[in-house]
Every structure is written in C-alpha cells, then in structure tokens.
C-alpha cells in the first residue's frame, strides 16, 4: 500500500518549490518523462470493470515500462481522520510487449497522458517520493513528440510513501510532517479534495529565491 497526498502549484513558483525541497531532502532531482496509458476492461472481461495504467518512463536511455493498479482506499473512522490516502497499490515491471498483451487480453486504450517535470526520492521517516509535474495531451495517439500542456500555468504536486498494516500509521505521520515544510507554496490534501492555490505562495516564493534555500534543513 501507499500514503498520497496531492496539491497543485502555479508553474512561475515550481523552482523556489524546487530550491525549497533541494534543501529538505539534501539529494539530487531526478528528471521525469512518464507516458501514461489509462487502459479499461471490455465487457469480456466481466461486469465489474477493472482498470490498468501502463507507464512508460521515456527519461531512461532504453524506455522501461511499469504495470500500475491502484486499488481501494483505506475507510472507517481512522481513515476519516488523516488528511492522508491511504490505498493499495500493486505495480510491476513489464516488457515492451506489455501494451499489445492487455489490448489482447480484451483492454482498452481510455485516456493517455505525459507526465514532464522531476521529483526527488529520500527518507525523512519514511521513504519519501515527491513529483512535480506537468500534464500533457497528445493530439495524435502516442504523439509524445508533439505533446501540449493540458494545464500551461498550474502543475501537480505528488507525495507519496510506500506503507504496509503494522507502520502505515507511522508513514502517515512522516508524509503529514513533511507536508507542513510545504505549507507556505501549496496546499496538500487527500486525490480529489483540491483547495487550490496559496495566498502566501508568491511571497513564500520570494523569498525562497532570494535566500537561495541550498542547504539541507
């Protein structure tokens, strides 16, 4: 399973962002170029539809391909009560071979994106993975080449930490804690409770990028 959290941040803050979480976690950006593919059950495949997301990471010299299904999230009153998703993940590597396999099996194609930006990936209680990307549409199928912002001002902000049963409360709290260094640029909250922008993220930006923000915290 896996602790999330999401924000979105206007795209002129993303590098005081950047400055700032450089100084959080003390290890260098990594760049990302994910193609993602939404693939959905058809009707042989059963009544309850399944879905599947096939990711593409085209930053590598020699693209490598990623299996991802994400599946129920946690519920009950505890859940209520953290402002973390708690879900389960299952995701395992494939080979190149792996989209004609699922359109065999009976999938298909619904929707596909490019995800362009960097994350950073260390442990601060947890094994913390922040991404900071832009979302891409393709006018053509599989036309990374020509892809176009969906969103040209606005780019998400993903946090994630792999938990298991006995520590994920133990996860929470790292991610929750970290969230709060990141309070003055953006909001983070549970996928799908969005709060918007920051007021304070201009000035936060500001004054990230006159102090420069190089140090580890």
């Known amino acids: ?120 990936r260390f442990h601060r209680g947890a094994q913390i993975t922040v991404t900071v990307t832009s979302a891409n549409k393709m006018p053509r199928l599989h036309a990374t080449d020509e892809a176009m912002p969906v969103t040209p001002g606005i780019q998400l902000v993903e946090i994630t930490a792999p938990a298991a049963d006995d520590n994920y409360n133990d996860v929470v709290s790292a991610v929750t804690a970290f969230c709060e260094f990141l309070a003055p640029l953006l909001h983070l909250s549970k996928p799908g409770y969005s709060t918007g922008i920051v007021a304070t993220a201009a000035a936060a930006a500001a004054s990230l990028m006159s102090s420069g923000g190089g140090k580890t915290l």
């Open 1 to 120: 399973m896996e602790c999330v959290v999401q924000g979105i941040i206007e795209t002129q803050h993303v590098e005081a962002l950047e400055v700032l979480l450089q100084g959080l976690s003390g290890v260098p950006k990594e760049r990302v170029r994910v193609h993602e593919l939404c693939l959905k059950s058809g009707p042989n495949l059963g009544v309850v539809p399944s879905e599947v997301r096939l990711l593409c990471d085209l930053a590598q010299a020699t693209p490598s391909w990623t299996i991802r299904h994400v599946g129920g999230a946690m519920r009950g009153a505890g859940a209520e009560q953290i402002s973390v998703l708690v879900r389960t993940v299952v995701e395992s590597k494939a080979s190149k071979n792996v989209l004609h396999y699922f359109y065999t099996l009976g999938y298909k194609l619904d929707h596909e994106i490019l995800k362009i930006g960097f994350a950073f």
